[in-house]
């Protein structure tokens, strides 16, 4: 499952049918600080440089969410 992180900062959630990984596409330097304000609703910066993203915010973003 890829969370796609758009120029103008709106989020996309793409290859939902692969559970079996997690990535975070972007084409904003997220390293940079610049997030965008979408992705800032829900995700954290850790330490270690990475992101703790909210589950729930990712179950919205899928077209199953229903399921």
Same mark, same amino acid.
């Given at each position: 499952?890829?969370?796609?992180?758009?120029?103008?900062? %709106?989020?996309?959630? $793409?290859? @939902?049918?692969?559970?079996?990984?997690?990535?975070?596409?972007?084409? *904003?330097?997220?390293? &940079?600080?610049?997030?965008?304000?979408?992705? %800032?609703?829900?995700? $954290?910066? @850790?330490?270690?440089?990475?992101?703790?993203?909210?589950?729930?915010? *990712?179950?919205?973003? &899928?077209?199953?969410?229903?399921?």
């Amino acid at each position: 499952m890829n969370l796609i992180v758009q120029s103008g900062g %709106s989020l996309n959630l $793409e290859e @939902t049918d692969n559970v079996s990984r997690f990535e975070i596409q972007s084409v *904003i330097d997220l390293a &940079s600080e610049h997030i965008s304000k979408d992705f %800032s609703k829900i995700a $954290e910066p @850790t330490e270690d440089g990475r992101y703790w993203i909210d589950a729930e915010a *990712i179950l919205k973003l &899928s077209l199953r969410a229903d399921e």
